[in-house]
């Protein structure tokens, strides 16, 4: 059974960081790609931060300059360096891992506040 396990949430006032991480458990193969969704209350699901196994990188507008995403030391991990937070960053901050077959699971969420 595949599962995500996602760390590094929390509050943090507009113009700080974070640092979010995920790794995947219960497969033997590598992903073809991991990334970071979020959703905020009130709306939609959507990208922040993709990543492939060759390395392409794909990035939402709102976030670029600001986030970067990179892959862990263990296989199939990924992380997302979060600066200059803003308080419209504030959501429901996913994981997600897709394989190469088309099926992708979601870690449970790790929640992100921005706020002073």
């Known amino acids: 059974q595949v599962q995500l396990a996602e760390s590094g949430g929390g509050l943090v006032q507009p113009g700080g960081s974070l640092r979010l991480s995920c790794a995947a458990s219960g497969i033997s193969f590598s992903a073809s790609a991991m990334g970071w969704y979020r959703q905020a209350p009130g709306k939609e699901r959507e990208l922040v931060a993709s990543?492939?196994?060759?390395?392409?990188?794909n990035y939402a507008n709102s976030v670029k300059g600001r986030f970067t995403i990179s892959t862990g030391n263990a296989k199939n991990t990924v992380v997302l360096q979060m600066n200059s937070l803003k308080p419209e960053d504030t959501a429901v901050y996913y994981c997600?891992?897709?394989?190469?077959?088309?099926?992708?699971?979601w870690g449970q969420g790790t929640q992100v506040t921005v706020s002073s």
């Open positions: 990543i492939t196994n060759d390395n392409k990188l």
């Open positions: 997600q891992l897709l394989v190469t077959t088309g099926i992708f699971w």
